[in-house]
């Protein structure tokens, strides 16, 4: 079983990066912190080929990404798209992603739904329409939305995503009322298995439409006591999952990139590319 720890982004993470490193620089250097990272600007805009392959470029051979899914195709958008706009939209973006297909570093693609997405009917055909056009490749599902989760149920969405081959994102957040998820320990796919931690600033999560949410949304630094608490709940995991891959959220304060350092201690893994990839990555 094999793990794999990694912040979202690599820009923002200055306790990695020398002062006045060029941006341009920071995604060659980020290798030989971790061997995963997730792309969140995907999630704002549908990017060109380009971006990804740039990206494809710079990092090791067995560097891998998780992709987050373009927010028009999970409901994001500020623009209103219908069900069949939102699936129209899944084309244009898997085009966007293929240097990452060909390359072989697609860890898997996330599709983070939004608060408002509750567990009803046309919501459960949507998620089986988008999984249906992805073709195989690996799909990650987050809720937001505590209905999915509820006793009456919990069964069953944990059965449809085991049942349709979708990855569970479990998540630690800030237990913030019907907007959030609990803990769920339940791999649904028997590859892969994503973490992420969201931090647990509940003040910040229920404030997000005040001017300063992004600075404040996660604005946490988890002490080593509660980071603990997650190496039995991995090891756990660990029994049904080939591979869990770990990503670090919690970035408003600038406390991912040692928190998932910190974890990586805790859990006994080293990491750093082979001098050969690092003479040729710079």
């Known amino acids: 079983m094999e793990i794999k720890i990694g912040v979202t982004g690599w820009g923002d993470h200055d306790s990695l990066y020398p002062d006045r490193i060029h941006s341009s620089k920071k995604m060659r250097q980020y290798c030989t912190h971790f061997p995963i990272v997730e792309i969140d600007s995907s999630y704002y805009s549908i990017m060109p080929q380009s971006n990804y392959q740039k990206w494809v470029n710079q990092t090791t051979a067995d560097f891998s990404f998780i992709v987050k899914a373009y927010g028009g195709i999970t409901g994001h958008s500020r623009q209103t798209y219908s069900k069949e706009e939102q699936i129209l939209l899944l084309t244009p973006f898997l085009e966007s992603i293929q240097p990452l297909i060909e390359a072989n570093k697609l860890k898997g693609i996330l599709f983070q739904f939004p608060p408002w997405f509750n567990c009803k009917k046309e919501n459960v055909e949507l998620l089986r329409t988008l999984k249906s056009k992805l073709k195989g490749l690996p799909a ?17 969405t944990l059965k449809f995503m085991e049942d349709e081959g ?11 009322g019907n907007g959030s998820i609990p803990i769920v320990l339940h791999p ?7 973490i992420r931690f969201h931090g647990r600033n509940i003040y910040g999560w229920n404030h997000n439409g005040q001017d300063n949410w992004r600075e404040v949304r996660y604005l946490y630094r988890y002490n080593e006591e509660e980071l603990y608490e997650w190496v039995e709940r991995i090891e756990q995991l660990s029994k049904n999952t080939k591979e869990i891959c770990i990503l670090f959220n919690n970035n408003s304060g600038g406390d991912a990139a040692d928190n998932a350092k910190q974890l990586m201690k805790l859990l006994g893994i080293e990491f ?4 050969t990839e690092q003479l040729e990555l710079f």
Do not use: M, V
């Open 140 to 156: 990650i599902l987050e809720f937001r939305n505590q209905t999915w989760f509820y006793p009456k149920f919990y069964e069953q």
């Open 166 to 176: 979708w990855i569970h994102s479990i998540c630690d957040e800030p237990q913030a």
């Open 188 to 194: 649904t796919n028997p590859n892969l298995t994503l």
């Open 272 to 275: 750093g590319p082979s001098s």
